[in-house]
């Protein structure tokens, strides 16, 4: 009896114990999710919080060269357009060359103005914040919250820009991808027709439903989704706007993140044009 309660107060012991590191603070939660204690989505959240800690701006930042940003000298009806078209709700605007951004555009600005109506865009920007390509993620999290700002500047060790990020990119780290009135609608397909020559196509899009609309014969042992045989031809997760061109179809990604592609672009090059699609 007494081996019996010497065994049972070390199992309580063990139970009881604080993990010592974050590895076993992760085995600890695991563990929990096997016994359904916690659920997957749950067990996603908490992992992208701690990975969080650990994470630099440099991981998840928007490069220099895909920036969205406007050019102060340029007249509203050049740089409305192109507000519009890329859909963001925030613009860096620069002037005299991208390493020189003197404040930020919000869209909705712009909703109390008309292309009638005179004005000067350095009149409605907002500063513009700037931060170093090693601050960590919780840390920006934090002054995104406390300072109720959405978007900053990252800057080199030369003070030159090296890429951008937002408060979404930050969030979509602890629970994933967060979609938009941009993104696909549930209800739309994952193959979406722009025109005769132009499609949209979701990532998740298996290997035999492309096959199937593409008239293509891809194998899907290997990789079961379209998004993973475009990373795959690449060699590398790409980013938003990168090319690449394969079997006759020329590639854009549409929509990427630090973990996985969620929609590209696909346009039919002209040796399959004649191609019968479904």
């Not at 102060?72 to 519009?84: A, C, M, R």
């Not at 890329?86 to 020189?100: D, K, L, M």
């Amino acid at each position: 009896m007494k081996r019996k309660r010497l065994k049972i107060g070390s199992q309580l012991r063990n139970l009881l114990l604080k993990p010592r590191d974050k590895k076993q603070l992760g085995d600890l939660l695991k563990s929990a999710f096997d016994k359904n204690m916690i659920d997957a989505d749950a067990l996603m959240m908490i992992e992208g919080v701690l990975n969080v800690s650990d994470m630099q701006v440099r991981d998840i930042m928007r490069p220099r060269s895909q920036i969205d940003a406007i050019n102060v000298s340029k007249k509203p009806e050049e740089f409305i357009p192109f507000v519009i078209e890329t859909a963001h709700t925030r613009f860096p605007v620069f002037e005299e060359g991208i390493n020189n951004i003197i404040g930020i555009l919000l869209a909705k600005d712009l909703l109390k103005l008309t292309s009638e109506h005179e004005f000067e865009i350095r009149d409605i920007l907002r500063p513009p914040i700037f931060i170093p390509e090693s601050k960590r993620l919780n840390v920006l999290l934090k002054e995104f919250r406390t300072k109720r700002n959405h978007i900053a500047i990252v800057v080199d060790e030369h003070g030159g820009v090296a890429g951008m990020v937002t408060i979404e990119d930050v969030l979509e780290q602890i629970v994933g991808d967060i979609e938009d009135e941009f993104d696909y609608d549930e209800t739309e397909g994952n193959i979406i027709e722009e025109n005769q020559r132009q499609f949209r196509v979701k990532a998740t899009t298996e290997i035999s439903d492309f096959n199937s609309f593409f008239a293509t014969s891809y194998e899907d042992n290997d990789f079961s989704t379209i998004g993973g045989l475009v990373t795959h031809k690449f060699g590398y997760l790409p980013e938003n706007d990168e090319k690449i061109s394969f079997d006759g179809l020329d590639i854009t990604i549409i929509r990427s993140d630090s973990r996985q592609i969620h929609s590209i672009q696909i346009n039919i090059a002209e040796a399959k044009k004649n191609v019968e699609l479904k």
